[in-house]
DNA sequence: AACCGAAGCAACCGCCCACGA
DNA sequence: ATCGTGGGCGGTTGCTTCGGT
C-alpha cells in the first residue's frame, strides 16, 4: 500500500509557523461546523495548509481545553510512572493528564525527564538502574583487590576527576553508590547517590535529611519505597580494610584501560582489573583508552607520591586520602564531603 | 555588544492501523 | 481478501530563545 496522499508537495500548500489570521481562520471554523473531514477541512475553512497541520495545530495548540504552562510535581511523577509502563505511548500518557497533548508530554519527556533519570543513574528506557552503572556491582572486588594493594596517590583523584566530565559524571555517581551499597544486597532502584548516603548513615533512614535535601521529590514512590528497606551502611563487611581512594585508584585504572567501555564486562573481570591493571585479558583494542588528560610522568601513577599542583583547591575529592569506609562512615569528614559533592544531584552544574 | 553553543519546543515527516467499499 | 483513505502516532527537524563568554 503506497503512501497517501495527503500532504504532498504539491498546490504550494504552506507549512511552518502558524499566524494568528490562519489561528483564527481555523477555530472559527471549528467552532462553527466541527473538523469534520480533515483532509477536505483547509479548502473549506479557507487555509491553504494540509489537513494533517491543521489537525495538529487544532490538538495541540488551538483546542479550547489545552492547559499551558509548567509541568507540576504531581504530573511530572505521573508521566515517568506512565512512561514506565507504557512506554513511549505518549497518546495513552495523555489520556490521563488532562489538558497536555501527547507532542506536549513527549517534548518534556525528551528535555527533561530523560535528563533527569539520567541524572539520577535510571536508564529512562527501562527505568531500572542504568546498565553502564550496573557493571559497578563489581566494586565490592574492586575493594577487596584495593585492600590488598593500597596502591593510591592523588594522581589517580585527579585521573578520576578529570575524566568525570559532565558526560561521565554519572559514573562516578554510580561508583560512589556501589561503594555505599552492602555487597550482598542488590542496587536499589533509582537511589541516586545522596538518598543512599544519607539514607544509610548511621544505620537509620533519616527522612528529614532527604526531605531536606529535595531527594524525595525525586524519587518514585516504589524507589522510596525501597530506600526504607536499605541495610545500614555499618553492615558493610568486604571494605573493612579498603581505602576510599584505593578503590577509586583501581577504578580508574579500570576506566583508563576500558575507555568507559561498560557493557560485557563481568565483575570478575572488573575485579582483574582492579588488582592487575589494564592486564584484563577480556579488554580489546577498541576499548582501548583515550589518553589521560595529564601527563603521566608528571604524577607518579600507582604509588602515593603528593602532586598537589595538579589537584585544585577546590575538588570535591579532597580528603578522601584517608579515609576508611568503616571507621570514618559516619564521621564528619564524610558530611563535608555529601555536602560537596551536592553537585551531583545538578547535571547541569559544571564543577569538573 | 556581539557571538556562539545549548536548550526548548512547534511543526513536519512518514509509517502504521482501522475501517469501509 | 484486497485496496484506498483518513487519521493517529512516534520520531525528527529546524527555528527561536537563552545563557555564557
Known amino acids: 500500500m503506497g503512501r497517501s496522499p495527503c500532504c504532498d508537495q504539491d498546490a504550494g500548500v504552506k507549512k511552518g509557523p502558524w499566524t494568528p489570521e490562519e489561528d483564527k ?13 480533515w483532509r477536505r477541512l483547509p479548502k473549506l475553512a479557507g487555509l491553504n495548509r494540509c489537513g494533517k497541520s491543521c489537525r495538529l495545530r487544532w490538538t495541540n495548540y488551538l483546542r479550547p481545553d489545552i492547559k499551558r504552562g509548567r509541568f507540576t510535581d504531581d ?9 514506565s509502563i507504557l512506554g513511549n505511548k505518549w497518546s ?18 525528551n528535555t527533561h525527564l530523560r535528563k533527569k533519570l539520567l541524572g539520577m543513574g535510571i536508564d529512562p528506557v527501562t527505568h531500572r538502574p542504568r546498565t553502564d552503572l550496573n557493571l559497578l556491582a563489581g566494586i565490592p572486588n574492586l575493594l577487596a ?6 596502591t593510591t596517590s592523588c594522581w589517580d583523584i585527579n585521573a578520576l576527576r578529570l575524566q568525570a566530565d559532565a558526560a561521565k559524571y554519572q559514573l562516578l555517581q554510580g561508583l560512589l553508590r556501589a561503594l555505599a551499597a552492602p555487597p550482598a544486597a542488590a542496587a536499589p532502584t533509582g ?4 538518598a543512599l548516603l544519607a539514607a544509610t548513615n548511621g544505620g537509620g533512614v533519616d527522612h528529614q535529611l532527604l526531605q531536606g535535601q529535595g531527594t524525595t521529590s525525586r524519587l518514585l514512590p516504589s524507589q522510596y519505597d525501597g530506600l526504607l528497606n536499605l541495610p545500614a551502611l555499618t553492615t558493610v563487611p568486604s571494605s573493612a580494610t579498603a581505602t576510599l581512594p584505593a578503590a577509586m585508584s583501581s577504578f580508574s585504572g579500570l576506566l583508563s584501560s576500558s575507555g568507559f567501555a561498560g557493557d560485557g564486562l563481568s565483575s ?3 575485579g582483574h582489573s582492579a588488582s592487575g591493571g589494564a592486564s584484563g585479558s577480556s579488554m580489546t583494542a577498541a576499548m582501548a583508552a583515550p589518553p589521560l588528560v595529564a601527563a603521566d610522568d ?15 583547591a577546590s575538588s ?11 571507621d570514618d562512615f559516619n564521621s564528619d569528614t564524610w558530611k563535608d564531603l555529601l555536602e560537596q559533592m551536592s553537585w551531583l544531584n545538578n547535571p547541569n552544574e559544571q564543577h569538573l
Request: charged share 25%; hydrophobic share 30%; with cysteine.
Open 75 to 83: 504530573e511530572e511523577k505521573l508521566i515517568i510512572h506512565l512512561h
Open 25 to 37: 481562520l481555523l477555530v472559527d471554523y471549528i467552532k462553527e461546523n466541527g473538523h469534520g473531514s
Open 145 to 150: 583487590a584495593a585492600a590488598s594493594s593500597q
Open 92 to 109: 495513552s500518557i495523555a489520556t490521563k493528564l488532562p489538558g497536555r497533548t501527547d507532542n506536549e508530554i513527549k517534548n518534556y519527556w
Open 268 to 270: 570478575t573481570e572488573l
Open 191 to 194: 537511589v541516586d547517590l545522596m
Open 298 to 312: 608528571q604524577c607518579n601513577a600507582g604509588t602515593s607520591t603528593p602532586c598537589e599542583d595538579t589537584t585544585p
Open 316 to 326: 570535591p575529592f579532597e580528603g578522601l586520602e584517608n579515609l576508611n569506609l568503616d
